[in-house]
């Protein structure tokens, strides 16, 4: 713990800088199972994003009550008594549209889908807001317990790397004690990194497409050189690791991710157009491009670097509240 007070948000960003290659694949399967929770839930990751909006803010009204109640029960037991007795303000179109980063119009049409499948709930005024179905609270449950792992896993491997003495299980304890300090951290930090991607890509699915691939390549990479790091001459490290460089099926991408299969091959076409992805024509899979990392949307450094600031925003907030 007094070793925990000499670190400052900058060695979490030295950290993710120096030990990449060990750090990223964990986050891309925490976010790969994440990304396909949501997907699968909701029908499409564009409103799956609004309902990760209307969470968070679910999260922060529950969060504000330990203003005037430090004993306030944050956790995940107390959550579903929370969620019913917290007053969730008016969303204007355009904020939800800024926030996410969709269109408009859009988010509007999202929203009225939302609203007859019932994960949005319209009240008082047409007020919108999110009440998860107190029928599906245990499968609920269920999926914040596997995200709760997957979190954790992540930021452990973070602790060990930096010698600070926490558990896996103690982690994941910490964080259901505290669930909506915690999750509205993590929800806020989703929404920032869809948003990031759905700028660069105007196509959440692909973000989930490609990201199978490259968690099939950083893996491999991974396990043939543990000291790869990130730098500016990250592009020739790349290209000297082209022999360990896996490929994956369309139908296995379908798999992972509950994206139909036609769909899959026609976006993993589209990334091959973009030169992102290599097509072996003769067995039909698909693999990462290493060789061209400064202008492949998966690697390129300018935009590496940014999704390590964002992570060591987030992580740097989650490990100083896991030692509070």
Known sequence: MDRFKNIENKLITKNFT?????????????ESSFLSGVYKRYGDLEGGNIIIFFARDCHLEILRKREKDLNFDLSLDNFWENHKNVFQGK???????????????????????????????????????????????????????????????????????????????RIEKEIKNNYSFYWYHYLNVQLEYIKFWQDKLKDLEMLLIGMQVLILTMNSIKRNNSDFSFSSNSQKKFENLSEFNPDISATSVSDITG??????????????????????????????????????PMLQPEWMKHKISILSDFSFIIIKGLFK
């Not at 009225?112 to 599906?136: A, M, R, T, V």
């Not at 609270?137 to 060990?160: A, C």
């Not at 299969?261 to 990462?288: E, G, P």
């Open 18 to 30: 120096e030990n990449f290659l060990r750090l990223m694949p964990t986050f891309y399967e925490m």
């Open 91 to 169: 969303k204007k179109i355009i904020l939800i549209s800024q926030q996410t980063g969709l269109p408009k119009e859009t988010t509007r049409r999202k929203i009225i889908s939302l609203i007859k499948k019932k994960h949005l709930q319209k009240g008082e005024k047409n007020k919108l807001f999110w009440e998860p179905d107190s029928n599906l609270k245990e499968s609920y449950v269920k999926i914040i317990d596997e995200e709760i792992s997957s979190l954790s896993k992540f930021i452990f491997e973070q602790t060990k790397l930096l010698s600070l003495s926490l558990s896996i299980s």
């Open 259 to 296: 994206i139909p299969r036609a769909t899959c091959i026609r976006k993993l076409d589209k990334f091959v157009k973009m030169k992102v992805l290599q097509k072996n024509n003769k067995t039909k899979r698909y693999s990462l491009i290493l060789d061209q990392t400064t202008f492949n």
